[in-house]
T-cell receptor
Framework: AQKVTQAQTEISVVEKEDVTLDCVYE???????LFWYKQPPSGELVFLIR??????QNEISGRYSWNFQKSTSSFNFTITASQVVDSAVYFC??????????????FGTGTQLKVEL | GAGVSQSPRYKVAKRGQDVALRCDPI?????LFWYQQALGQGPEFLTY????????KSGLPSDRFFAERPEGSVSTLKIQRTQQEDSAVYLC?????????????FGPGTRLTVL
């Protein structure tokens, strides 16, 4: 079975600090996708990034960057110069083929990030 | 609207009541998923539709849970004889269904509280 582990339950940082959220996954599939979602207090899951298992290039988008390392089955997420608005729960997720051919997501338990002034 | 919408946003039910939760996916999205998110946990897969066909219902926790998407657009998740353990946020997501597509887009969820 597929599994996603986010060992950090809660992280607190002071604004402008850099912070890295860890994600380790397990899968037997050779083709899969990894995702990060943000869930602010309003509750809606906001898509941040999708990464194909064949593409190990790191990606940067503004203050966000992602480090995908297949050798260690990790897909870590770094926020540079954190801001109060970054406070949310962040979920890492792994897609797997559904019985009918869809790609259902397996989520980690999330990391609560608190950014304080 | 442009995104996935769900209604109601909040539902309070007495134990034993039946409830129906609605999801309006993004127009044209073939795939539709339901997830259940318990407090402090990540979402967990319930069921998947491709158009009107329910192709995977392996995540439904019991036969009290039933989902449908009769015309391949709007979907309804029904829970019969609700129990306290059904209290959770129910999330709907839709996608194009294409392998190279942008992935699943989630609605705001319905928070169900069973008293």
């Amino acid at each position: 079975a597929q599994k996603v582990t986010q060992a950090q339950t809660e992280i607190s940082v002071v604004e402008k600090e850099d912070v890295t959220l860890d994600c380790v996954y397990e899968t037997r599939d050779t083709t899969y996708y990894l995702f990060w979602y943000k869930q602010p207090p309003s509750g809606e899951l906001v898509f941040l990034i999708r990464r194909n298992s064949f593409d190990e290039q790191n990606e940067i988008s503004g203050r966000y960057s992602w480090n995908f390392q297949k050798s260690t089955s990790s897909f870590n997420f770094t926020i540079t110069a954190s801001q109060v608005v970054d406070s949310a729960v962040y979920f890492c997720a792994l897609s797997e083929n559904s019985e009918g051919g869809g790609n259902k997501l397996t989520f980690g338990t999330g990391t609560q990030l608190k950014v304080e002034l | 609207g442009a995104g996935v919408s769900q209604s109601p946003r909040y539902k309070v039910a007495k134990r034993g009541q039946d409830v129906a939760l609605r999801c309006d996916p993004i127009s044209g999205h073939v795939s539709l998923f339901w997830y259940q998110q318990a407090l402090g946990q990540g979402p967990e897969f319930l069921t998947y539709f491709q158009n009107e066909a329910q192709l995977d219902k392996s995540g439904l926790p019991s036969d009290r849970f039933f989902a449908e998407r009769p015309e391949g657009s709007v979907s309804t998740l029904k829970i019969q004889r609700t129990q306290q353990e059904d209290s959770a946020v129910y999330l709907c997501a839709s996608s194009t269904g294409l392998a190279g597509g942008p992935g699943q887009f989630f609605g705001p969820g319905t928070r169900l509280t069973v008293l």
